[in-house]
């Protein structure tokens, strides 16, 4: 467990902040994006923070096990996530308490709950990278479905899809195109031969070092690769039909976490459009959901509900390791 350490909220008097007080925070978010936001909370408002990472490979599934565990004697206090199934999973098994705040930042109601056990902020997206030594751009994957084409057998790498963004991904395509059009989809992985490895960031490297042509990962991996000088592009897939899947980061109060009035601060404090927007300058997030600011054109995207993707996990889950594994 990692310790962080505390200039008032704007609108809070010094009354309002326990000064001596701690929280504890449980983060999927990658800890060089979330530990500089939770370090800045520390200095903005005094209150100590204790947060929790979880690893590349493992990503949220980690701490969804760990939360789950700890139910009868909370530990967290706060869980922010870096995707929003696991935190429907764990909305469904009771792990959060209900906190009603004001919504009106919001772009869209499908992106909190309206029952107040989480809040939704910073959305990422699914995108391609592609190597642009090895492979010329009319020959680039324009669709999603292009990765089981025979010309690319061979030359694809993805995330294991049982953890993190992928996992969400895959299950989002079984609720969005049915078990029979989601089957087809994974023989055609299988038949081109499709490399699983332990981790987008793990992905990334991977095209940008030649070892594959054609990635599929998120969108703030993409960009890290590429400010790294990897001779990699980043493609937005099926922009003339529904477009990339995309997703979001969740914050949740953890019922029974002893730190309560300090969790709300935490999560008042991030549920900001400018720290939305410093993740977004970050690399951390690519899309404002907090506010409809945006920059330059927008790509076509779609979610889904995270109740109904989490209701695909199993069986998703289930042909994934019938069919990849």
């Given at each position: 467990?990692?310790?962080?350490?505390?200039?008032?909220?704007?609108?809070?008097?010094?009354?309002?902040?326990?000064?001596?007080?701690?929280?504890?925070?449980?983060?999927?978010?990658?800890?060089?994006?979330?530990?500089?936001?939770?370090?800045?909370?520390?200095?903005?408002?005094?209150?100590?923070?204790?947060?929790?990472?979880?690893?590349?490979?493992?990503?949220?599934?980690?701490?969804?096990?760990?939360?789950?565990?700890?139910?009868?004697?909370?530990?967290?206090?706060?869980?922010?996530?870096?995707?929003?199934?696991?935190?429907?999973?764990?909305?469904?098994?009771?792990?959060?308490?209900?906190?009603?705040r004001?919504?009106?930042?919001?772009t869209?109601?499908?992106?909190?709950?309206?029952?107040?056990?989480?809040?939704?902020?910073?959305?990422?997206?699914?995108?391609?990278?592609?190597?642009?030594?090895?492979?010329?751009?009319n020959?680039?994957?324009?669709?999603?479905?292009?990765?089981?084409?025979?010309?690319f057998?061979?030359?694809?790498?993805?995330?294991?899809?049982?953890?993190?963004?992928?996992?969400?991904?895959?299950?989002?395509?079984?609720?969005?195109?049915?078990?029979?059009?989601?089957?087809?989809?994974?023989?055609?992985?299988?038949?081109?031969?499709?490399?699983?490895?332990?981790?987008?960031?793990?992905?990334?490297?991977?095209?940008?070092?030649?070892?594959?042509?054609?990635?599929?990962?998120?969108?703030?991996?993409?960009?890290?690769?590429?400010e790294?000088?990897?001779?990699?592009?980043?493609i937005y897939?099926?922009?003339?039909?529904d477009?990339?899947?995309s997703?979001?980061?969740?914050?949740?109060?953890?019922?029974?976490?002893?730190?309560?009035?300090?969790?709300?601060?935490?999560?008042?404090?991030?549920?900001?459009?400018?720290?939305?927007?410093?993740?977004?300058?970050?690399?951390?997030?690519?899309?404002?959901?907090?506010?409809?600011?945006?920059?330059?054109?927008?790509?076509?995207?779609?979610?889904?509900?995270?109740?109904?993707?989490?209701?695909?996990?199993?069986?998703?889950?289930a042909l994934?390791?019938?069919?990849?594994?």
């Amino acid at each position: 467990m990692l310790t962080l350490s505390v200039f008032v909220l704007a609108g809070c008097s010094n009354s309002d902040v326990d000064k001596k007080g701690t929280v504890i925070v449980y983060t999927s978010v990658d800890q060089f994006f979330s530990s500089k936001i939770l370090k800045q909370f520390e200095k903005d408002t005094g209150i100590t923070v204790k947060a929790l990472y979880d690893t590349e490979a493992s990503k949220a599934v980690g701490l969804e096990k760990r939360l789950l565990a700890e139910k009868g004697n909370p530990k967290a206090d706060v869980f922010w996530n870096s995707e929003f199934m696991r935190t429907a999973r764990l909305e469904s098994a009771g792990v959060f308490e209900k906190y009603m705040r004001d919504t009106g930042d919001y772009t869209s109601d499908k992106y909190y709950s309206p029952e107040g056990l989480w809040y939704g902020m910073g959305g990422r997206s699914r995108v391609f990278i592609v190597n642009k030594d090895l492979l010329k751009e009319n020959d680039y994957p324009i669709a999603l479905t292009d990765i089981v084409k025979p010309r690319f057998k061979g030359k694809i790498a993805l995330c294991t899809p049982y953890f993190g963004t992928t996992s969400t991904h895959f299950a989002a395509i079984y609720h969005k195109y049915g078990e029979e059009k989601f089957k087809d989809f994974l023989i055609g992985l299988k038949n081109n031969e499709i490399i699983m490895l332990a981790g987008n960031s793990v992905v990334k490297n991977a095209v940008g070092n030649g070892k594959f042509a054609i990635g599929l990962v998120d969108t703030d991996d993409a960009l890290v690769g590429i400010e790294q000088g990897l001779p990699i592009k980043m493609i937005y897939y099926d922009q003339e039909k529904d477009g990339m899947f995309s997703f979001f980061q969740t914050l949740s109060l953890v019922k029974g976490g002893k730190n309560q009035a300090n969790g709300k601060i935490l999560i008042d404090y991030l549920l900001r459009s400018n720290i939305e927007q410093q993740l977004i300058e970050m690399k951390a997030v690519q899309m404002h959901i907090l506010t409809t600011e945006t920059e330059g054109n927008t790509p076509k995207i779609w979610t889904a509900s995270p109740g109904a993707i989490k209701d695909s996990l199993p069986a998703s889950t289930a042909l994934l390791r019938h069919y990849l594994d």
